[in-house]
Nanobody
C-alpha cells in the first residue's frame, strides 16, 4: 500500500521559513518523480515542484521559483520542500505526490507534471501578514 505522510506545516509570519517533509512507503522510492502541490480554499490546485530520481531533474512553478527548494533523501524515502520568504498567498494545504514518470523533464515534455497517482493527507501552512 502506497503511503505518503506530510509533516512540517504550521503558522509562520510573512518572510519566514518552513520545511515540509514527506515520508513515502509502499513503492520503490527511486522509480517515480515526486512532487508538491497545494490547495487553498476557493482556489484551483497549484502544482509547485517536482524532483526526479532518474536524472536529478527538478521543476518549480513561477510562483515559488527562487523561494522554494525541493530535495529528496532516498535512504529515508523522503522528499522535502524548503520554503523561504513566505507570503500570505502561500497559505494552503500542501500535499506531496507521486508522478507517473521518473523524470520531471519527461513529465514536463509529456505535459503530465500535474498528473499524480498518489498523494498524502496534506499539511496546513498558514502565513500571517
Amino acid at each position: 500500500e502506497v503511503q505518503l505522510v506530510e509533516s512540517g506545516g504550521g503558522l509562520v509570519q510573512a518572510g519566514g521559513s518552513l520545511i515540509l517533509s514527506c515520508a513515502a512507503s509502499g513503492f520503490t522510492f527511486g522509480d517515480v518523480a515526486m512532487g508538491w502541490f497545494r490547495q487553498a480554499p476557493g482556489k484551483e490546485r497549484e502544482d509547485l515542484s517536482c524532483i526526479g530520481p532518474s536524472d536529478d531533474s527538478t521543476y518549480y512553478a513561477d510562483s515559488v521559483k527562487g523561494r522554494f527548494t525541493i530535495s529528496s533523501d532516498s535512504a529515508k524515502s523522503s522528499v522535502y520542500l524548503q520554503m523561504n520568504s513566505l507570503k500570505p498567498e502561500d497559505t494552503a494545504v500542501y500535499y506531496c505526490a507521486t508522478l507517473r514518470t521518473p523524470s520531471c523533464t519527461t513529465a514536463e515534455a509529456m505535459d503530465v507534471l500535474d498528473e499524480y497517482d498518489y498523494w498524502g493527507q496534506g499539511t496546513q501552512v498558514t502565513v500571517s501578514s
